[in-house]
């Protein structure tokens, strides 16, 4: 079955301790993505990657970090998060950067 | 730039209604045009899509046409299911430009 698979789905952590969210997809996808969604702000893209090792910034990458190594995985990566952190993450893919996008089903990052 | 204007949110609807859901564009160029849905607890899927003017998309029950004269491509079906309930998100994409460009959401809450 072809799918976007995040994980975790729910996590709680702490000011200030490092955590990754892992993203990988079965699709052979060139295009990767990470999003964030907030009440009344929609989606908001925070990094995108048209390839392997080619990473560039979305539009709220500040805090953020991503690595593409391998074509089928898309960490997310927060050094030293914070309560302004605290949203639910969406990872998508899609065949290049202007087709339809394929979603995970979500993170719930808590920041406390 | 590019931007997509939904219209807000909750759509309160009786089941068997008649939905629409409005989208307007701007776009450099020449968009290609998505709906998704988010239902409860999950991640974006894609409802359907256009990719050139007059184009219509459809699926499920739902319609949307791209028009470029108006720069719509509203969301339309004919009769609602408390199924439907769910999050509607309007976004396009230009060829040339990295990402894709979501509207802010709306909420339908279909009730028996």
């Known amino acids: 079955e072809a799918q976007v698979t995040q994980n975790p789905r729910y996590l709680i952590t702490v000011t200030g301790k490092k955590l990754t969210v892992t993203c990988s997809q079965n699709m052979n996808h060139e295009y990767m993505s990470w999003y964030r969604q907030d009440p009344g702000l929609g989606l908001r893209q925070i990094y995108y990657?048209?390839?392997?090792?080619?990473?560039d910034k979305g539009d709220v990458p500040e805090g953020y970090k991503v690595s593409r190594k391998e074509k089928r995985n898309f960490p997310l990566i927060l050094e030293s998060p914070s309560p302004n952190q605290t949203s639910l993450y969406f990872c998508?893919?899609?065949?290049?950067?202007?087709?339809?996008?394929?979603f995970g089903q979500g993170t719930r990052l808590t920041v406390v | 730039g590019n931007s997509v204007t939904q219209m807000e949110g909750p759509v309160t609807l009786s089941e068997e209604a008649f939905l629409t859901i409005n989208c307007t564009y701007t776009a450099t160029g020449y968009p290609s045009l998505f709906w998704y849905v988010q239902y409860p607890g999950e991640g974006l899927q894609l409802l359907l899509k256009?990719?050139?003017?007059?184009d219509k998309g459809s699926n499920k029950g739902f319609e949307a046409t791209y028009r470029k004269e108006t720069t719509s491509f509203h969301l339309e079906k004919g009769s609602v299911q408390v199924s439907d309930s769910a999050v509607y998100f309007c976004?396009?994409?230009?060829?040339?430009?990295?990402?894709?460009?979501f509207g802010k959401g709306t909420m339908l809450l279909v009730s028996p």
């Open positions: 976004a396009l994409s230009v060829r040339g430009y990295s990402t894709l460009t």
């Open positions: 256009a990719t050139k003017a007059d």
């Open positions: 990657s048209m390839n392997v090792e080619v990473t």
């Open positions: 998508a893919s899609s065949f290049d950067r202007n087709t339809e996008a394929f």
